[in-house]
């Protein structure tokens, strides 16, 4: 065999080797998506628990509960964005008995998702255990295998009150002017906080009770019986008008529960908030030589 055979048959086997090592070290495959749904078309979402059917749909642009309540549009948008794009690996799982262990079956579930686009289902699966960090088992309703996704079972909240707007009772823009029933009117002058009869006030308690209302976050829809009267009732002015909201404390509990006559229904308010925007005129007032040496300001 002659010396340009041999150089041939040499570079052929480098061809071969390099094309060999070139398909080994490709790179991995990018997992496929387990949900195959554009967000920006998901018109409605329905969660089935053991407990409770939350429901929720699209108006306009904007998202409400199923009893009108208004939802929390950007989580509703952040769990759509997450779905479609949640990953999957291999199956986990492919018989009967390992999906019911894992709970993505009928008669075993831990929530159930459908999504609607119009009148369209585009998705509907089973939602079971997590068998990691950030990672929950899927099936889809109609049977086949079980995946192992990228998403945390906790974000499809399990109750109406976990899709809620919490800030629903918050005033609309500007606010200018607060009333405490029977015991002070606020009327914002410039950028200052004023009592309209002229009385001195303490700049940082007033200030701090301002921010209660226009940072003001509900953390439950409430179905308590209410007591015959509120422990406060305020009215305030903002770019919409004027609007009054309601306190009611639950004394036994430490409890307290808001409604407004802008918004329909009761909803839970944190106590410590409560306490503060509840607080009577006299817990306003500067801090005396007195009060020092006495109790301790209203106010931290």
Known sequence: MNRAMLAGLLALQVLIVGAVLAWN?????????FFDFNPDEITALQ????DDTIDVHKVDDTWELGDGKPADSEKVTDVLDKLANASTGWPVATSASTAERFEVTEDSFQKRLTLYAGEDVVADAFFGTSPGYRKVHVSDVSGG?????????????SDNSSWLN???????????????DGEYVLNKVEDEWVAENG??????????????????????????????E????????DDRGDTTLSLYHFEEEDDWVA?????DGQYGISTYIAKEMAMTLEELLPMTDESEEGEAAPVD
């Open 145 to 157: 295998p079980v995946f192992a996704v990228e998403f945390s079972n906790y974000e499809l909240g």
């Open 25 to 33: 070290v490709r790179p991995p495959e990018q997992p496929d998506a």
């Open 166 to 180: 919490k800030s629903l009772l918050r005033p609309e823009g500007a606010l200018r002017r607060l009333v405490h």
């Open 199 to 228: 009385t001195e006030l303490d700049k940082t308690i007033v200030d701090k009770v301002i921010g209660r209302f226009e940072n003001l976050n509900v953390y439950t829809i409430s179905d308590a019986l209410l007591p015959s």
């Open 47 to 50: 969660i089935l628990t053991e």
């Open 230 to 237: 509120p422990k406060a009732l305020l009215t305030w002015t």
């Open 259 to 263: 409604t407004s006559d802008r918004v």
